[in-house]
Nanobody, 115 residues
């Protein structure tokens, strides 16, 4: 069972930055595509950013130019650098590692953007 642990969430003012981490328990994590999702209260979970095992990133339109996804295979960790945060970015952020048919989720980390 691949275990994922998110960290780095918190309370930040609009315009501020946070860096989320998704750390895995095993090196095989490096062969998985990793996706960050978020879920705001009363809303469905939505995809934020994805990075393939080759390191190719994709982003949801509302975060393009503000968020950067990256991975450090030596640390079996995927990061989500979030800059110029907005109140609408407030949500619980989850990472998912996928390599069909396997799929693993972390427990989530809260991000709150408020003045």
């Amino acid at each position: 069972q691949l275990q994922l642990m998110e960290s780095g969430g918190g309370l930040v003012h609009p315009g501020g930055s946070l860096r989320l981490s998704c750390a895995a328990s095993e090196w095989r994590f490096n062969f998985y595509d990793v996706t960050w999702f978020r879920q705001a209260p009363g809303k469905q979970r939505e995809l934020v950013a994805d990075i393939t095992r080759e390191g190719m990133p994709t982003y949801e339109d509302s975060v393009k130019g503000r968020f950067t996804i990256s991975r450090d295979n030596a640390k079996t960790t995927v990061y989500l650098q979030m800059d110029n945060l907005k109140p609408e970015d407030t949500a619980v952020y989850y990472c998912r590692a996928a390599l069909s048919p396997d799929e693993y989720w972390g427990q989530g980390t809260q991000v709150t953007v408020s003045s």
